[in-house]
């Protein structure tokens, strides 16, 4: 048995991963729940914070593995059970996400935080509807809690409903104080203060800031139509040989037959050097 007297518990572990997370910091958390796992790979708070820590970074598949671990060893773990529901949705697995957000319900249909998973939870899966139901009745079990307001503007802006999330962001606001715990204070951005289950990285088209040393090779590419550039190419070459492809009926056979062609091609290329793009593994 490791006798190491600086060696952290698994709490302390956490308790760092947390903090970590709130400031999202999620590979440095990520690493704090790692330090953790090796302590106690069973541990199902440990499993349901790497569960979390996947879900940030758009990793639906490895999300929901550690999010199954931790249920394993304790079926009702709340974080685990709203990591999975949101794992789900964003694996594309829309009927086992809904039934994941009801299972929150079941659990305590008089939580308002049950409430807003479950909303964001079927609004994710592609359920406006339900969604917007479980937002109001989280501000009418909570309405002096922001994140419940918060939840009600971001579910509503999704739906084209403006007036209703600027009412909304407007009563969070109302409801802020300088000194609220992190993640509770309103801000610009109503994503950045929901419950931190709810957050992912947004994806972006070019990952390349001002001051990353490879922006040159993520907009150019590493080859020929590999960077955002080419991709961009691509897909504007199947566009304009599409267009008197499809429409340009007094065209001769043959010469139409090439535009189809050329459009074709630079589709497929574009479509597979996306995939790559996304996936790269």
Not at 12 to 31: C, I, N, Y
Not at 87 to 107: C, F, H, P, Y
Not at 150 to 163: C, K, P, R, S, V
Not at 245 to 274: M, N, Q, S, Y
Request: charged fraction near 25%.
């Amino acid at each position: 048995m490791d006798s190491d007297p600086t060696r952290r518990t698994v709490a302390e572990h956490l308790q760092r991963a947390e903090l970590m997370f709130d400031l999202g910091q999620v590979p440095d958390a990520r690493a704090e729940v790692d330090a953790a796992l090796r302590v106690d790979p069973l541990d199902p708070d440990a499993n349901a914070m790497a569960a979390a820590c996947a879900l940030a970074v758009q990793d639906p598949d490895e999300a929901l593995v550690y999010a199954g671990a931790a249920l394993a060893h304790k079926p009702e773990h709340p974080r685990a059970m709203i990591t999975r529901g949101y794992a789900l949705a964003d694996a594309g697995r829309r009927e086992e996400a809904m039934q994941a957000a009801a299972s929150l319900l079941d659990l305590n249909r008089d939580s308002w935080r049950h409430h807003i998973h479950y909303a964001l939870i079927t609004r994710r899966a592609g359920a406006g509807q339900p969604a917007l139901d479980a937002a109001w009745n989280a501000v009418n079990l909570a309405p002096d809690q922001p994140r419940t307001h918060l939840a009600l503007a971001a579910i509503a802006e999704d739906l084209g409903m403006d007036d209703l999330a600027k009412r909304s962001r407007r009563a969070a606001t109302d409801l802020g104080t300088e000194d609220a715990a992190p993640g509770t204070r309103p801000g610009s951005d109503p994503y950045d203060e929901l419950p931190p289950e709810a957050r992912r990285a947004r994806r972006k088209w070019v990952d390349a800031a001002p001051d990353d040393p490879h922006w040159r090779e993520k907009i150019y590419g590493p080859g020929l139509f590999r960077g955002a550039i080419g991709r961009s190419v691509l897909l504007g070459i199947a566009v304009v040989f599409a267009v008197p492809a499809l429409l340009g009926t007094e065209i001769d056979p043959v010469p139409r037959l090439f535009f189809a062609a050329v459009a074709v091609t630079a589709w497929v290329g574009w479509f597979t050097v996306l995939r790559r793009h996304r996936n790269p593994e």
